[in-house]
């Protein structure tokens, strides 16, 4: 598995040659550095630490864990699974990405506070007829009567909507600028413009004759 750490700038839109528009979303991709590399035999299971975003200062315990890898502060440090041969220090792009390869992409979805049932689980609310009053987005009863006795572990109720990490499976790259370190994947990627993306080799690829176009 490969990855690349990024910041999504946006969507927009491009034409294919037959005149189909494809909406894409643009990621300024890299460059990353390989901050560490994790083997089975020492840490008991292979993985990366990619770096990106250089940073001024940093504490002194990661400004050691750095220069071990010989490579300047980074501002994000993510954790990637791999059994692909990597080195400490080693410098990823945006051409590590083929146009037509498949990609995963997780991201934090954009927060928006406190929600009710309606809105944060899709309920249809009450009725708003024969005597129901000021309780047309109520969820309805939470309990289980008198066994259990209590509300059960999970039950959907109001809270805080978004603000969690979500991937997107099985978006296909478009384009891969090396120049401008731009990745174009069609689709929608998590998050709002400016967050931090990982994009990493696709887990699921769609089963064999299905048309993802």
Do not use: W
Not at 24 to 50: F, H, M, N, S, W
Not at 115 to 144: C, D, Q
Request: contains cysteine; hydrophobic residues 40%.
């Amino acid at each position: 598995m490969k990855g690349i750490l990024g910041e999504k700038l946006g969507m927009t839109q491009i034409f294919t040659e037959d005149g189909r528009a494809l909406p894409v979303t643009v990621i300024q991709a890299g460059p990353c550095r390989v901050v560490q590399v994790k083997t089975e035999e020492r840490d008991g299971y292979a993985a990366i630490q990619l770096g990106y975003a250089e940073r001024a200062n940093a504490k002194k315990p990661m400004v050691g864990h750095f220069a071990k890898a010989g490579v300047e502060p980074m501002r994000y440090v993510v954790e990637m699974r791999t059994d692909e041969a990597f080195e400490a220090g080693q410098e990823i792009k945006v051409d590590i990405f083929a146009p037509g390869e498949r990609a995963d992409v997780v991201g934090v979805s954009k927060g928006k506070g406190f929600a009710g049932t309606m809105k944060r689980h899709g309920f249809s609310g009450l009725s708003a007829s024969h005597g129901t009053e000021k309780k047309h987005r109520s969820p309805g009863a939470i309990g289980a009567c008198a066994t259990p006795s209590r509300v059960y572990r999970g039950t959907r109720m109001s809270g805080q909507m978004g603000n969690e990490r979500v991937t997107v499976l099985n978006l296909e790259v478009v384009e891969a600028d090396a120049e401008r370190g731009l990745l174009l994947l069609r689709g929608a990627v998590p998050g709002p413009n400016g967050g931090l993306v990982m994009v990493r080799s696709s887990v699921k690829m769609p089963p064999a004759g299905r048309k993802t176009a």
